[in-house]
């Protein structure tokens, strides 16, 4: 008996070089490289979690030890009370910098680079998933600090508005990832990194009103103060704690957020240039 020939079958045509295959917006590419990015960090979590809180906790006893009595209420507010939430940001937004501008120079520096450009993932997947991982990030080192103030002593870390709270900490989150998107595609090696970090990011933290009320200043010192972002999204998410500011919320988002927009603008179109990106 004569076995059956066995069934051939077709091959589907394959798309021409160019052709999208993936229509719309790729889901799970977007998943995988922000869950490589969650994982890059929470390995070692110790590092990039738990040590920044501690660092943030030693501000807190120092400056409350040292100029809690002297400096007595502030915007009628304990220091200790005033100064938590500040802290709380400055973490948050200094490791979501770090974060998106480590993951970007490392895998240039190791060559890896070609390995996050080379799957179907647009410019804006790509963008979002990096943001996305410096988010994450720091608001685990925020809610870490967080849950260490609850216990502290003479320190009041209640919420008076969530949403605010909410909105000024993921806006904050947001702007320095970018910049820490843009510091990576610009910076050839880990000192360009630093000399960010130790001639930007921290000036601009630092002297934000995290330690003082701008009100304090002379007027002159004011301006300048008001004239830096870091002012109305650290006001902002203490407002979001305590109930008061020194500037109005709306004012503090719009600044904030047309920031976001236009650092999101810059850095997608540095993306799609592969500028110091493809060799």
Do not use: C
């Not at 229509?23 to 990015?37: D, P």
């Not at 948050?92 to 190791?110: D, E, G, H, P, T």
């Not at 216990?151 to 909410?166: R, Y």
């Not at 009103?209 to 200043?217: C, K, N, P, R, V």
């Amino acid at each position: 008996m004569q076995e059956p020939l066995p069934r051939q079958t077709v091959p589907l045509p394959l798309p021409e070089p160019g052709v999208p295959v993936i229509h719309g917006i790729n889901w799970l590419g977007i998943r995988t490289l922000y869950v490589k990015e969650v994982r890059r960090f929470f390995k070692v979590q110790l590092q990039t979690v738990w040590a920044p809180a501690a660092t943030t906790l030693m501000f807190l006893a120092i400056f409350s030890l040292a100029l809690g009595r002297a400096k007595g209420e502030v915007l009628g507010l304990p220091y200790s009370t005033f100064l938590a939430p500040g802290l709380i940001i400055m973490g948050m937004v200094q490791n979501s910098f770090q974060n998106s501008l480590s993951s970007i120079l490392i895998a240039k520096v190791q060559g890896t680079i070609i390995d996050v450009l080379m799957p179907p993932l647009s410019h804006q997947e790509l963008l979002f998933s990096y943001v996305a991982g410096a988010v994450t990030r720091a608001w685990a080192v925020g809610l870490a600090i967080w849950l260490a103030m609850l216990v502290w002593p003479g320190v009041d870390v209640s919420i008076a508005n969530p949403l605010q709270v909410f909105v000024f900490g993921t806006l904050g989150a947001l702007l320095l990832g970018l910049l820490g998107v843009l510091t990576g595609i610009w910076a050839d090696k880990f000192d360009h990194g630093a000399a960010v970090t130790n001639f930007l990011v921290q000036p601009l933290t630092l002297l934000s009103g995290t330690f003082y009320a701008i009100e304090a200043l002379p007027p002159s010192v004011q301006t300048l103060s008001r004239a830096n972002p870091f002012f109305y999204m650290i006001d902002g998410f203490r407002a979001g704690f305590t109930g008061v500011a020194e500037a109005p919320a709306w004012m503090g988002t719009g600044i904030v957020g047309g920031l976001v927009v236009l650092l999101w603008i810059a850095a997608h179109a540095l993306l799609k240039s592969g500028w110091k990106l493809r060799a």
